[in-house]
């Protein structure tokens, strides 16, 4: 892929996250003016597609790992559960991929350019896939809190929550 195409895509990719990240302070924004029913419903919807999201990234991420066992890399079968493993994996994965960038500067040549590229493509693409399911986790835990938020503040809704 030609840095231009590749700048292109990234460029698509990162509109895409900014205009989801708009999307979302909107969505949260308008609970001002909702009914709690409403609320209700939001929230859902956010949680629905945040786990619908996180369902396609786990698909896509063994897709992934079974493609590169078949190419006899070395991959990692499964992500951590928490977050906690989560940001350390993310700060080891930055540092190697540091690490791999400045020996591919030391060893430089032709075919390992281009596949120091793909490796960086696909790690570049898989961290806004996260960044965009963090969004989508984000809004879906905000409009939960503030449905929780809007029944402890009213008995009465709390109420007719716990019965449906």
């Known amino acids: 892929m030609s840095t231009s195409k590749q700048t292109s895509k990234s460029s698509a990719q990162?509109?895409?996250?900014?205009?989801?990240?708009?999307?979302?302070?909107?969505?949260?924004?308008?609970?001002k003016t909702k009914s709690?029913?409403?609320?209700?419903?939001?929230?859902?919807?956010?949680?629905?597609?945040?786990?619908?999201?996180?369902?396609?990234?786990?698909?896509?991420?063994?897709?992934?790992?079974?493609?590169?066992?078949?190419?006899?890399?070395?991959?990692k079968a499964k992500a951590a559960d928490s977050w906690s493993d989560v940001k350390s994996q993310w700060s080891e994965?930055?540092?190697?991929?540091?690490?791999?960038?400045?020996?591919?500067k030391a060893a430089f040549d032709a075919k390992r350019a281009e596949h120091d590229a793909e490796i960086a493509e696909r790690d570049a693409e898989d961290a806004v896939d996260f960044a965009y399911s963090a969004i989508e986790e984000a809004e879906a835990a905000v409009l939960d809190a503030i449905e929780a938020r809007a029944a402890a503040d009213d008995p009465e809704t709390a109420k007719s929550l716990a019965s449906a």
């Open 93 to 104: 994965h930055v540092a190697k991929v540091h690490n791999k960038r400045d020996q591919s």
């Open 14 to 31: 990162m509109s895409k996250l900014s205009d989801r990240a708009a999307q979302a302070k909107k969505n949260i924004d308008a609970t």
């Open 36 to 75: 709690q029913a409403d609320l209700k419903a939001q929230a859902k919807a956010a949680r629905e597609s945040a786990d619908a999201h996180a369902a396609k990234l786990k698909k896509d991420a063994d897709a992934d790992a079974a493609k590169a066992k078949a190419h006899g890399a070395d991959a």
